[in-house]
């Protein structure tokens, strides 16, 4: 027997609709979404291999529970702007795959194809933006290293460096996660 969902009643008319940049936010299954205009990162923890979707763009992944390690593979189809957040909290590796035909631009050089970024500090993170070309720019905090090979450190310019904080700050504050000062946040340049 197939089970027929029931239509999701959206809230509608001057007292139930959102304002100018309000969105809905799930409340979960069975309950009803809610006007938000806070930022929302739908929070997955991996402890194997997996290969992340368009879909999740926007997300936050961490390794939370991992015994070893951890690969997380972007997707090879992402668009320009499509990004994703990588939180290392289990001290294993945590590795990030630019997938088979695409690099990271780490401290404003592009690094090989194919070759993964890998931290196992807990609370080191890479925030990952596609360029639409199959390549990442990648901000981060910590130490991490290109596939068998340690990277140095590089900071932008004060303008870029100040806008990149405040945009994080503000998605860790509203996730309730450790805020960091310009001086503790490394910064790969923004490739245009």
């Known amino acids: 027997m197939v089970q027929q969902r029931k239509p999701l009643a959206i809230p509608t008319g001057d007292a139930d609709a959102g304002t100018q940049g309000e969105h809905l936010l799930s409340l979960g299954p069975g309950k009803l979404p809610v006007w938000s205009k806070e930022a929302h990162w739908d929070t997955q923890h991996k402890t194997a291999i997996y290969t992340l979707t368009r879909r999740e763009s926007g ?4 390794n939370l529970g991992a015994t070893g390690t951890v690969t997380l593979t972007l997707p090879s189809d992402a668009v320009k702007g499509d990004v994703f957040w990588i939180h290392v909290l289990a001290a294993y590796d945590l590795r990030v795959d630019p997938g ?6 780490i401290n404003g050089a592009k690094q090989a194809d194919s070759k993964y970024i890998v931290s196992a500090s807990i609370n080191d993170w890479v ?3 596609a360029d639409g070309s199959a390549d990442w720019t990648v901000f981060k905090s ?5 596939e068998s090979a340690s990277e140095s450190t590089t900071t932008v310019e004060a303008d870029m460096d100040e806008r990149v904080v405040n945009y994080i700050q503000k998605l860790f504050e509203f996730n309730g996660l450790l805020v960091f000062t310009p001086e503790e946040l490394e910064v790969s340049r923004w490739q245009t």
């Open 142 to 146: 910590g130490t991490w290293q290109v």
């Open 100 to 105: 088979d035909s695409g690099a990271f631009y």
């Open 127 to 129: 925030l990952a933006v």
């Open 59 to 62: 997300s936050l992944r961490t």
